[in-house]
């Protein structure tokens, strides 16, 4: 019998930091919109459905993350290490992707990036439904 998650949504930046801290790297559905977690290191974290909108996430480390549905528009991301990220069907609308590592990263048809912006281009990988 698979354990069901019970646990409130992360929303609050210093309970976060305590939790990975700990060792934890589950934090589907934080509510950490417009939060500032500027150079965290969240390397392996599944951030999956979570509200990261207008968050500052510069230089933040989320490689290998699984960001999957997560709100992102808006976010500053500059500088931010995505490198082999799951970011399908994430919101990435008027996100700042500026010197952003997308190397490896996932995303499907279904993901939103800002205008102009060129996901194969940033070495994303676009997988297509079987």
């Known amino acids: ?11 609050a930046v210093a309970t976060l930091l305590e939790k ?4 934890q790297r589950d934090f589907e559905r934080a509510e950490l ?7 965290v290191n969240l390397k392996g974290s599944d951030l999956s459905y979570a509200d990261l909108s207008t968050a500052n996430l510069q230089g933040a480390n989320l490689r290998g993350s699984d960001l999957s549905y997560c709100d992102l528009s808006q976010a500053n991301l500059t500088d931010a290490d995505l490198r082999g990220a799951l970011l399908m069907s994430a ?3 008027q996100a700042n992707l500026q ?3 997308l190397d490896k990263a996932d995303c499907d048809r279904n993901t939103h990036f800002p205008p102009n912006f060129d996901p194969v281009q940033a070495g994303i990988t676009i997988k297509s439904e079987l």
Not at 1 to 11: A, C, D, G, H, R
């Open 1 to 11: 019998m698979s354990e069901v998650n019970y646990q409130q949504p992360i929303n």
């Open 20 to 23: 990975y801290a700990e060792g």
């Open 33 to 39: 919109g417009d939060a500032d977690l500027q150079g």
């Open 91 to 93: 919101n990435l609308r």
């Open 99 to 101: 010197g952003t590592k």
